[in-house]
DNA sequence: GCCAACGTTGGC
DNA sequence: GCCAACGTTGGC
């Protein structure tokens, strides 16, 4: 079981739309990762592993809660559909360039905890979210990382 | 809204 | 395969 790190803008879709789905029982596609490597590394999720969902671009950009794997990736159905904003005209279905999860809700925070805290946390420091230049949407997060930051 | 950093595209 | 131009991300 591995743990993640996800990151997607409120605006577009918040832990409170993500807690919605979940309270319908449903899991939600994680669409529209356009980035080569964020892909690769969801293609090596496996169900059961686990993530902190990261709220990116706004006021208080924070972790601010948890979600699970539950299905391994399979095309991105948005690279087809030119009427979305994730339309790729280079990919085929014979022969898809994106593949996304599905994700379930788990958890949502009371407290979320801030970029600012995990930039003030001297253990954090190896943290991909907190390397200079570093934009990835999808990244790993190690055992350790991931207990210290339950542990704030 | 600004801008640094990074990724992608496409001409050569 | 290089690299300039352009687009995007995302913190501030």
Redesign the pocket.
């Known amino acids: 079981m591995a743990y993640w790190l996800m ?1 997607s ?1 409120p605006s577009s879709f918040s832990i409170d739309d993500m807690a919605k789905k979940g309270a319908a029982g449903e899991a939600e596609g994680w669409d529209g990762v ?4 964020a892909r690769n590394f969801m293609k090596t999720m496996q169900v059961g592993d686990k993530a902190f969902f ?1 709220h ?3 006021a208080e ?1 924070a972790i601010v809660g948890v979600i699970e794997i539950v299905k391994e990736a399979y095309p991105d159905p948005t690279q087809f559909d030119p009427e979305s904003k994730y339309y790729d005209p ?1 990919a085929t279905t014979d022969k898809p360039r994106w593949q996304h999860v599905d994700v379930a809700f788990v958890e949502k925070w009371e407290k979320p905890i801030t ?2 805290q995990v ?1 003030a946390n001297e253990k954090l420091a190896t943290m991909k ?1 907190v390397q ?6 999808v990244m790993p997060v190690t055992q350790r990382e991931w207990q210290e930051i339950l542990s704030m």
């Open positions: 990151k803008e356009r980035n080569y490597q990261y990116s671009a706004c950009p280079k970029l600012k930039k979210l200079k230049g570093s934009r990835l949407s």
